[in-house]
């Protein structure tokens, strides 16, 4: 059942905490700093990822794909749908990973097809045992959050956010008891989210805007574009994310006072550049959110403000998020919508 809850979304936001405990089960260790994927044990390190995943699946690539390349080695998030594996250069040091909540999106599947088909090595994220991506891959690696039956992917992503996390220091020797510590620590960090998020109110605030533009840079702009498909699928309303330093080439022509923008300021990495995006959109008279560990930098620049507890630099998004999933259930909550079950959406897309 909803244990309470309105609708299962919402608990499966509540649920983080614990999914997320889950993915971590035995995979940091602390004493060496290191990640131990048991599923992945003699699997050879990869020269180039490629990842291929739909929706927000491919939101979480894109993060995991960045990761990868922080620590020297190739990667690129391609849709599946877009994926070609014939045209895309495959030689013996590449992994092709299909990232995939269900393990049963036909998109995805046809990707990982093509790339066996090519003689790729090929492996599966997936939160499903024994999925058709687990068993047509040469490996799968699993992400544990537990059954989501919310449409709309939330504990799922950020689990899968976790999961990657992990694949790309397991995959690179990777060694930081600093980035292990951190790990440990989301579950916890998270439950402080759930605990003081003012998510709620300041969606009171902004319903019925006439669009909802999510903003972020480097690691977060992942999960600006991922805030924007939340809000999308959650409440049938305009939004759209952004890597902040594009809004000027073009989509800046939108911003006007009904135009909430949700800014990602990650203090440790961009808060500068972060207020440079906010002041130009604050000029055409849009309110501005920011989504941030740094709040006293911000504070007296922007509207309001959500606020995250400090992590790891790479962890950043994966907080940020949750404050992302939040207002966009309590936007929808506010317009009453079909939120464990939009329209026209299902919960595993099997066609291509
Ligand atoms: O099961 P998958 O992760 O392969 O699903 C991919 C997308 O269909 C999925 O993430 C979709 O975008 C969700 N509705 C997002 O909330």
Known sequence: GKSGYEHYTLKEIHEQPRAVRQCLRGRPQPFEGSISIEELEDVPRP?????????????????????????????????ASEYDAAAVPID?????VGVTQ??????????????????ARTLA??????SSAARETDRAMYVRAGPEIGVAATKTFTSQQVALAMLS????????????????????RIQSILDDSRAREIAAEYVGSDAYFFVGRGLAHPVALEGALKTKELTYEHAEGFAAGELKHGPLALVTPETPVIALVSGRANTERMLGTITEVRARGAPVVAVTDDPESVERRVDRV?????????FFPILANVQLQLLAYWV???????????????????VE
């Open 125 to 130: 994220v997936t939160n499903v045992v024994g």
């Open 306 to 314: 959500l606020r995250v507890p400090e992590t790891h630099r790479r």
């Open 169 to 188: 220091s397991a995959l690179t020797d990777d060694r930081s008891g600093e980035f292990v510590a951190a790990l440990r620590a989301l579950p916890d």
């Open 102 to 119: 269900s393990g049963e999106t036909a998109d995805t599947l046809r990707a990982l097809r093509t790339a066996n088909a090519v003689g």
């Open 47 to 79: 020269t180039e990822v490629q990842f291929a995943a739909c929706g927000t699946s491919y939101h979480a690539s894109l993060y995991a794909a960045r990761l990868f390349r922080e620590r020297g080695v190739r990667a690129t998030a391609f849709l």
């Open 332 to 350: 929808a909550n506010g317009l009453g919508r079909s939120i464990d079950k939009p329209r026209n959406l299902a919960k595993s897309v099997t």
């Open 92 to 96: 013996e040091g590449t992994l092709v």
